[in-house]
């Protein structure tokens, strides 16, 4: 079982950044994805960013791209979300989630099996 636990978020304004820490313990495969995923009230949750842990890869989502860098520590298993330049259009609640068995990371989130329990962002214009 895998738990995740995530901090971070907060209040900023448009334009300012942000980094979101996610913590994760318990056993998973050694091939597996990390992907962040943000909600807002009313709104279908959307993946933000993935990773596969192994190789590298990322994906982003086009609202993101040149604004956000996923990564992770695995020494420390850790994963972080830095988010720069952000807009209103950011806000939410934002969640990280583990994909076992994975070689490419996508952002389906059907796909994630763990979750975190959310962390809330907010960006005021």
């Known amino acids: 079982q895998v738990q995740l636990v995530e901090s971070g978020g907060g209040s900023v304004q448009r334009g300012g950044s942000l980094r979101l820490s996610c913590a994760r313990s318990g056993h998973t495969t050694r091939d597996y994805c990390m992907g962040w995923f943000r909600q807002v009230p009313g709104k279908a949750r959307e993946g933000v960013a993935g990773?596969?842990?192994?190789?590298?890869?990322?994906v982003y989502a086009d609202s993101v791209k040149g604004r956000f860098t996923i990564s992770h520590d695995d020494v420390e298993y850790m994963f972080f979300l830095q988010m720069n330049s952000l807009e209103p259009e950011d806000t939410g609640m934002y969640y990280c989630a583990v994909r076992s068995l994975c070689r490419d990371p996508d952002l389906w989130k059907y796909a994630y099996n763990y979750w975190s329990q959310g962390t809330q962002v907010t960006v005021s214009s």
């Open positions: 990773i596969q842990t192994s190789s590298g890869t990322t």
